[in-house]
DNA sequence: ACGAAGCGGAGACATTTCCTCCGCTACGGG
DNA sequence: CCCGTAGCGGAGGAAATGTCTCCGCTTCGT
C-alpha cells in the first residue's frame, strides 16, 4: 500500500522541498488558470506560487504539460459523471443533474473551460473525453424520452451545447453573483419537459440594474487593462 | 435635400478617390471586426479593404474611433428595436420578437458583442444606450406578465442575459450551422411561459456528433494560429 | 561539511500590435 | 493638358507581452 505517492511514477523521487514546490506550483496554477484562463502566464503561476519562473519550467518542460496535468482529473470526473448520471433510477432527475454537473464544472474553472471548447491545450486528451462520453450521453438523452419525461426532438448534442451556454452566463456574472446561471438552468430545464403547468419558482434571484451595470464595469476595466497599447 | 452626404458634416469633401477609399475602410472593417472581434488589427481592415495602413490612419486618427463610427447605427438600432417591440399588439409576441432581435444582432456581429459586452471601445455610446432600453425592457416584461404570458418571476434584466447566452451558442456553432441558436431562442423561449401543453417542434436540427467534433477543430485550429510562440 | 539538487529572476529571443513617415501617384481645377 | 497638392502604400520604429534559458547562489541530506 501506498501513500502520498507524489505524481511522478517510476522516477526518483524528489527532494523534499522540491516536491513542495511541485505541489505549491499545481495548486497555483489550478487557481490562476481557474481564475484568468489559459492565458494566464507561468510566470503569473510561478508568482502566486511564490516560487520563480525557473523553478515551474524545471518541473514541467513547457505550459502544455502543466496544464495537461492540471486538468487531467477534472477531465476523468466528467466522464464518470456522465457513466454514473446514466444509473440514475429517474431518468430525468439523471439528465439534469449531469446537466447541472457539466455547468458547475465549466462554471468554476474558466481554464477548463477554455481546454473544452477551444482546446487550445491538451487536445487529444478532450478528444479521448468526447469520444467516450458520446455514447452514455446518447443512452442518458433516450432513457429520458423512453420515459415521456423529455420532448423527443432534443438531441444528445444539445446537452454539451447547453452547458456551454450555461457556463458563459456563469463566466459573466461571477464577479457579481457567482449562482446565476443556475436560475437559467431551471429555466432551460423546464423548456425541456415535454409539457409542463405551472412553474416551479426559479433559484437565485435575477441581478437589479445596478448589478448589471457594475458588472459591465468589471468586464471593461478587465478588457481595458489587457488590452496591448503604445506609449 | 441631400442625396450621399459623405458622413463628415461640416467639412471640406474629401477628394473623388478619397471618399470612396473610406467607405471601403468601413466597409472592411464591418466584415473585419464582424467576424473575428475587436481584436482585429487595423492593418486586417487596410488589408481587407485593398488599402494601406496608412490610408486608414489617415483617415481614423485611431482604431477606436473607427470603431465607434461603425457601431452607431448598429447600437442606435436596438433602442429603437426596443421601443418597438413595445409597442406590439400582443405583449408575448413583442417579447419574444425583441429577444429574437436581440440576440440576432449579436449573433451575427463579434465585434458589436463584444462591444455591449466587454466595452473596450466606445463605453459611453453603451452607457447611453443602457440608460435609453432599460425602461423599456422594463415595460415589455411587465406588459407581458400583466396579460399572463409570462412567468411572473422573470425580471427585465434577464433578457439580456438570455441573450447573451444565444450569442456565445451563435458564436461557436457559427462555423457549422450558424442558424443553431434559433433552436436555443425557442427552447428558452417555452421555458419562459408561466405554463404549456405540448411542444411546438424545435427550429433547426441539433448538430450531429461529426459536425459537433468539426466545430472544436475549427477552434482549436483558430485558437493555436493565434497563440504566441516561441522558436 | 560538502557534493549535488534545486532555486530565482534577469534577460535573450520571438511575436504582435499600434501607428508614423516619406517618397511616389494620380486627381481635377484652370 | 499640366501641375500643385491631396492622397496613397507599406516598411519599419517603438512598445508591450509572452516563452523559456542560464548561471551564480542556496539548501538539502547523507
Same sequence: chains 1, 2.
Wanted: glycine residues 6%.
Amino acid at each position: 500500500m501506498y501513500l502520498m505517492i507524489p505524481a511522478r511514477p517510476d522516477e526518483r523521487p524528489l527532494r523534499r522541498d522540491a516536491e513542495r514546490n511541485r505541489q505549491r506550483i499545481v495548486a497555483a496554477a489550478a487557481e490562476v488558470f481557474g481564475e484568468r484562463g489559459l492565458d494566464a502566464t507561468l510566470d503569473d503561476v510561478a508568482r502566486r506560487a511564490g516560487v520563480g519562473v525557473g523553478t515551474v519550467y524545471r518541473r514541467f518542460p513547457d505550459k502544455e504539460s502543466l496544464v495537461g496535468e492540471l486538468f487531467e482529473d477534472r477531465i476523468n470526473a466528467l466522464a464518470a459523471a456522465a457513466e454514473s448520471a446514466c444509473e440514475a433510477e429517474d431518468p430525468w432527475l439523471g439528465l439534469q443533474w449531469y446537466l447541472e454537473f457539466l455547468a458547475t464544472t465549466m462554471a468554476g474553472d474558466l481554464g477548463l473551460r477554455q481546454m473544452l471548447l477551444f482546446a487550445t491545450y491538451g487536445t487529444d486528451r478532450v478528444a479521448y473525453l468526447r469520444e467516450r462520453i458520446r455514447p452514455v450521453a446518447a443512452r442518458l438523452v433516450e432513457r429520458a424520452q423512453a420515459a415521456g419525461q423529455l420532448r423527443d426532438d432534443v438531441c444528445a448534442t444539445d446537452i454539451p451545447m447547453l452547458a456551454i451556454m450555461l457556463a458563459t452566463a456563469a463566466e459573466y456574472a461571477a464577479p457579481v453573483q457567482p449562482a446565476l446561471w443556475r436560475r437559467y438552468l431551471a429555466l432551460i430545464a423546464e423548456g425541456l419537459r415535454p409539457s409542463r403547468e405551472g412553474a416551479a419558482p426559479l433559484p437565485v434571484a435575477a441581478l437589479d440594474p445596478a448589478q448589471m451595470e457594475q458588472l459591465m464595469r468589471t468586464h471593461s476595466n478587465r478588457a481595458r487593462s489587457r488590452r496591448p497599447g503604445p506609449s
